[in-house]
């Protein structure tokens, strides 16, 4: 999806135009994909543009570079700041956020020890990751021949940059077969998660999640359902799931800060129900809730002023 540029970008505590905002070609993580990032949106309330669930984004952002022992050289309170002046300084009601932290020009080789941490903070309007009518037509997903990384290979606990090469192998295999998604596996043959949302699995009356352990990451919008279904009466948990689960499934959705909440109406050709009756109610409930509109949830909705 093309991007549609906005005045500034934050750099490294200051803010730069749109077009100024460039780095060394010999910057370390452009060679190695020592990065570190977040995917953030904000949405348009009754009370102005508002970013949802910034500071537990900020805190895995934090917590992300901590795993790839990353010096951050501003605090979380400075870059959830610095998030909400870029919303404000971009006009947009509603838009994507993207905070990167990198290892930028001055050393190379694979060693990070000298190398410092440059950070970025861009915004830019961006609709529904995987269409706007998923959440009720539903997606086409396909399991993929790569596997996911395992914990011991690339932490995937991380929202590393060089760990979505993996994710975009998944990804690219899946289009170019004429699916929407991809599904990955991890070592054991279970599932993990798609290229860049977790993936919810009803099954009976409970709806199942894959455990950070199978190489899911641990979602913020993950953990954001979660809550939402249990509110909402709806069973779920965490467990372990086959490939032939999907296969069998009453219904499923996948989740993420991109795709919101997306229905899966088959998966390799399997028809599923879509959309499943749970898979209605979360929808429905998040698209309330991130953009303010039930009030037992506000605390997620942080306004950028």
């Not at 992300?64 to 006009?91: F, H, T, W």
């Amino acid at each position: 999806m093309p991007i549609t540029p906005t005045p500034h970008i934050w750099m490294n505590g200051e803010l730069v135009p749109w077009e100024s905002a460039q780095i060394h070609v010999l910057s370390h993580t452009l060679h190695y994909g020592t990065g570190v990032f977040e995917g953030i949106r904000a949405y348009e309330t009754a009370n102005g543009p508002a970013i949802f669930r910034l500071t537990e984004h900020i805190e895995r952002l934090f917590n992300s570079a901590r795993i790839l022992n990353m010096p951050m050289p501003y605090s979380s309170a400075e870059i959830i700041q610095a998030c909400k002046d870029v919303v404000a300084d971009s006009g947009l009601n509603s838009c994507y956020l993207r905070p990167i932290a990198y290892f930028g020009y001055g050393e190379m080789g694979l060693s990070t020890r000298h190398c410092k941490t440059d950070i970025a903070i861009a915004a830019w309007p961006w609709g529904a990751y995987l269409g706007d009518d998923a959440a009720t037509a539903g997606v086409r997903l396909k399991i993929s021949s790569w596997q996911r990384h395992d914990h011991n290979i690339m932490p995937p606990a991380s929202k590393t940059t060089g760990n979505y090469v993996n994710s975009t192998l998944a990804k690219m295999e899946a289009i170019a077969a004429g699916y929407d998604e991809a599904v990955m596996l991890n070592n054991a043959g279970l599932v993990s998660e798609c290229s860049g949302e977790n993936i919810f699995v009803g099954i009976g009356d409970v709806v199942l999640t894959p455990p950070t352990s199978a190489g899911a990451l641990k979602g913020i919008t993950q953990d954001t359902v979660t809550q939402l279904a249990k509110d909402f009466g709806i069973k779920v948990a965490v467990g372990e799931l086959s490939r032939s689960d999907l296969y069998t499934a009453d219904e499923i959705f996948v989740v993420g800060t991109a795709a919101e909440v997306s229905a899966v109406n088959s998966v390799d050709e399997r028809r599923i129900d879509c959309p499943g009756p749970a898979t209605k109610t979360i929808a429905e409930a998040y698209a309330e809730v991130v953009r303010g509109k039930i009030a037992k949830y506000r605390r997620w909705n942080e306004l950028t002023s």
